[in-house]
Structure formats: C-alpha cells, structure tokens
C-alpha cells in the first residue's frame, strides 16, 4: 500500500490502532501551542509603551533580530511549498528556492538599512517624511494590509494542509475549522504580545525549522550513501519523467505562455521581497544601525543555509515518493516534506516514521503561526499608526489609543484571512506567496526606491505608483488561471479568467514603476528638495533615527 494511502486510512498508523499515534501527535502540537502562548504572555506584560508593540522597545540584539528575521522569511512557503514544487516538477520547482535566496540580498542592498534609519514604525513612516502625510499614510496602510493578506493566504492553506494530514480529517468543514483555529491562534499572539512577544516565537520558530530541516537532510542524504548524484538519479527515475525532471522546461517551457509565465515567476520572486511589509518593519526592532548590519549577516547565513536544503528536501521526496501518492495526500505537492520524513523514518507502519512525521510536522505549524503573527502584526500596525492615528485622528491619538486600534485591526484582518484562506487550501504554498511578492513588488517597491532615491517624486508618484501597482496586480490575479479555469484553481468549477500567465509581476511591477515616474512627471506640486536631502542624510547614516 501507498505512504499517501496509508496516510488516508490510518493518519500515522503504527499498528491497526487508528489512533495509536494520536496521542504523540496532539502533545506535540500542544507543548509548542502552551510554550508560544506562555512567551506571548510573559512579552505582552512588558508590552507597555507603542514602541514596545511596535518594534518591540527597540531592545533586539543583531543575532536575536537575525534569527527572527530568519523566522519571519522562512514560511509555510519555503518547508512546504518549495519542497513540493521540486518533488513534482523537478528543477522548475527549484526556481523558488534560488528566487527567494536572491529576493533576500536584493531587499538588503536597496531598502533594509535605509529604512530602517528613516522610518519609526511602518513603512509609511519613510513615503509621508517629505511628502502629504495623509494621502501617503493612507495609500501606505491600503497596500500593507493587501499584500500582508495575500501572504497570510499561503500560511493558511499550508495549516489546513498540514493538520488534516496529521489527524486524518478529509472533509472541507474539518480543514476549514482548523484555517479558523490557526486565525484565532495569530490573532492572540498579536493582540497579547505585541512586537515582543511575536519576535520570542519567530526566534524559537527559526532554531526548531533549521534543526528539523537538517535532521531530513541528513537522514535522506544518509540513506543515499551521501551522493547526490544517486540522489537525483533516483528523483529523475521515480517522477517518471527520466532526465526530462532535472532540466528546465518540465513546468515553465512547454508553450510560450509558460515561458512567459516563468520570466513574471521570477521578476515577482526577487523584487517582492523588499516590499514585503513585514519583512522590513523587522528591521525596527535593533537599536543602531550596527545591529541592523549585524542581524542582516546572521539572516544571510541562516536563510542561505535553509535554502540550499530545501533542494535536498525537494529531490528526496521524489526520489522517496511516487508523484501520485504526493497529489493523492495534496494535489499542490504541499505535503511532500512531511511525507518524505514519514518515509524515511521507515514507512506508514513504523513507530520511527510516525515520530518523524509528527516532529516536522509540529516544526511546520510553529512555522506557520510565527509567519501569521509577524503578518498581522505588520497590517494591524499599518492600519492603526499610518491610517487611524495620523489620517483618522490626524496626529491626536494617544500611545493607547493607538495600540487599542491595533488590537481591533488584528481581530479583524484574521476574520478576513480565515475567510479567504478557506477558499484557498488546495493552492500551492509557494505559489500564493509568490502572487504575495508580485503585489508587493508592484505596489510598494516602486514608491519605496523612488522615495528613497529620487529626489523630484511627489506625493501624486507616491499614489499614481502604489494603487495603480496594487489595482493591476490584484486584478490580474483575479482573472488569472490562480483563481478560475483550471482544475488546480481556487473556484475550479467556474472559468472567468482572461489573464492566461499564473502571475501578474511582469506586467504590474513595471507599470508600477512606470506609473510612479508618470505621476510625477504630470504633478504641479513642487517636490520639498530640502526635506529629500534630510531624508537622504538619515537614510545613509542613521544619524536622528529613532
């Protein structure tokens, strides 16, 4: 019998015992729940000022910050989606791994140091410094809560995935129920714990990640003899797919469209993430600008490491699991990781392979929950200092206030994000944060670098660069193949795309940057050069940075 059919009949049956591992499965899940929850308790009570919500006191060092950085970069996407997306398709899936490395270091030379040093809080902090607070804050708030629930997507689906596997519930409404769990779960780490509290668990998240995917690592290099050349001839062999699965072209080539549809992949994946809300605000959290420096070197190395990884995670599941019992058990591949770490630790009927399932699957919810909390975090922050204290209340918010807001915007934004993330349980991880990084790259990357960079953008650049950014991506993906046409869509019973590439980036991302130089070139306003030559000032030398 079949992993994924053994996984259909007996969740991690060790014996006839449907349940026999059950009980090692639910302790788990709930010491890592009561461990996180006890952190975001303990942080929360030390939560009393906005800079404490915010940017947690700003009191991180550089190697806390870059493991929590690592945490909030290494998703549902990354475990899951990646290790998939190689598993059925061979080096295409592999793309992700090098696309999101690459995103990494592109956002650390063009934005993390600069923004950090001019911003306090959110990113609107930097586009309102010499511009009109108002409508900058507003359109700032508008596309972080956007592209924070486009990647909030990816991390619910990976959740729903992940538990229905575990405990065995095949019905929509038990993989629905657990989407709700997993929002109420990030609404509390959010709304307790504030910055202090959601950085705690990305840092045990980022060690307890790295710890398992090196344990897979080793075994399934282990049970190669250590050769990865064995290795990818054994994945090239059992996808069916002979030497066809380890060159290009298996996903992205086979028509123009895909190929089309692999350069816009691409463009999204190393643009998106220094727009990513966030990721940014991470940056915040260090005192200097020395520990900002340190916690991007400790960040490189821990992401770079994990990356190179996923390979070995991604061809291993090929060469462990047949590509039907993987669609059987997800027809996105999400479960690849999970069930290679069943087969190595000795199959469906093993105790060892139902211990290994259980820890990396407990490895991949603790990621999962710190990647939602760093989200909402990121959009409840945006909302409540960029849109309710400075736009609604125009500047008359007291620190309370502030923060109260921020704790409705988080209830809020998870009832939003269960909602959507029931309708999107059978998408690709990886591929929904890649429609993530699209939006963020077309709607926040452009007004980012011209802000910070070019010194004639105006206010009206600003809006012209972040909704028509954010308008033509959203709306590209919702007529796209993503949402309708295909039997791997969201609504697969309808057909209302028109869009036929999976993601918007090559046509939103440039039209972003376009539509940016275009509203400043047709604004009447005077651009405030001596405000852009402050801004320039604070940017490259942290010098008055909060």
Known sequence: MSTAAQLGQLPLAASSDAGAHRPLIITLFAIFVLATLVITVWAGRQTRSA???????????????????????????????????????????????????????????????????????????????????????TAAGVSTIVVSIFYLLAQMAGAGVLVSLLLGITSDGGKIAIVALVGILM??????GGMKGTTWVQMVKAVLLIAGTILITFLILWK???????LLGSASEN???????????????????SKLDFLSLGIALVLGTAGLPHILIRFYTVPTAKAARKSVIWAIGIIGAFYLMTIVLGFGAAALLKP??????????????????????????????????????????????????????????SFAHDIYANVIRKGGATEKEEIRAARWATVAI??????????????????LVALAFAVAASANLPTLLYSLF????????????????????????????????????MFPGVDFHFFPLENPGLISIPLGFLLGWLGTLFSKEEPDKGKYAELEVKSLTGTGAH
């Open 51 to 137: 800079a404490d919500f915010y940017a947690g006191g700003r009191q991180f060092s550089g190697f806390q910050n870059g493991l929590a950085v690592s945490g909030d970069y290494m998703s549902a996407a990354s475990f899951l989606g990646i290790a998939g997306a190689i598993a059925l398709f061979g080096y295409d899936g592999f793309l992700y791994s090098i696309g999101f490395l690459v995103a990494w270091l592109v956002a650390l030379l063009l934005v993390a140091e600069p923004l950090r040093n001019s911003g306090r809080y959110t990113m609107g902090d930097v586009l309102a410094y010499r511009m009109r607070q108002r409508p900058v804050r």
């Open 187 to 192: 609404i509390v780490y959010v709304t307790i």
């Open 224 to 230: 190669f003899h250590f050769n990865v050349s064995d």
């Open 239 to 257: 996808s069916g797919k002979g030497s066809a699965f380890l060159e290009p072209g298996l996903k992205y080539g086979a028509t123009g469209t």
């Open 324 to 381: 039907g019992e993987i669609i059987a058990s997800n027809p996105a591949g999400n479960t690849a990781a999970p069930l290679a770490a069943l087969e190595i630790g000795g199959g469906g009927d093993s105790t060892g392979g139902a211990i290994l399932l259980s820890v990396i699957s407990a490895v991949a919810f603790a990621t999962i929950l710190a990647v939602v909390a760093g989200l909402t975090l990121a959009s409840s922050s």
């Open 414 to 431: 998870g009832i939003v994000s269960i909602g959507l993330g029931a309708f999107a349980r059978d998408l690709n991880v990886a591929g």
């Open 454 to 489: 070019w010194k004639r953008f105006t206010t009206q650049g600003a809006l012209w660069s972040i909704y028509g950014g954010l308008a033509s991506s959203v709306l590209l993906v919702l007529f796209s193949p993503v949402v309708s046409g295909k039997p791997t869509s």
